[in-house]
């Protein structure tokens, strides 16, 4: 299971931290990332992380928020700065591959999501 928190209210210029946490028997999770989803508009992702901490981002994003991850907290982070009103959407975590204790494989896992509001 991924678990998300850390979304909340924020006002412009603000800054919030995500975390997304993987419970349960892990062996290892391969490609982990941000999407997120604005109110009548389609997913989009946000910023992704390799196992070996490679990254890309949005360009919407770029140096304002960065990903890291704990690979022995089986975690994803984002950490967002100057936060803008067309930030707000609900954020979502997603690993592309979740190989668990008992080696079976698990493809394209959802956490649920968790709301970012940035308002004045």
């Known amino acids: 299971q ?14 919030l931290r ?15 990332a941000w999407y997120r989803q604005a109110p009548g508009k389609q997913r989009e992702l946000v910023a992704r992380i390799t196992s070996g901490g490679s990254t890309n981002y ?29 930030d707000t959407a609900d954020y979502y975590c997603n690993a592309d591959r979740i190989t668990d204790g008992s080696f079976t494989r698990y493809y394209d896992y959802w956490g649920q999501g968790t709301q970012v509001t940035v308002s004045s």
Do not use: H, W
């Not at 991924?2 to 006002?11: E, H, I, N, S, W």
């Not at 140096?63 to 936060?83: C, E, H, K, P």
């Open 2 to 15: 991924l678990q998300a928190f850390g979304g909340g209210v924020v006002q412009p210029g603000g800054s």
């Open 18 to 32: 995500l975390s997304c946490a993987a419970s349960g028997s892990i062996f290892s999770i391969n490609t982990l």
């Open 58 to 86: 949005a360009d919407s994003v770029k140096g304002r928020f960065t990903i890291s991850r704990d690979n022995a907290r089986n975690t994803v982070y984002l950490q967002m700065n100057n936060l803008k009103p067309e």
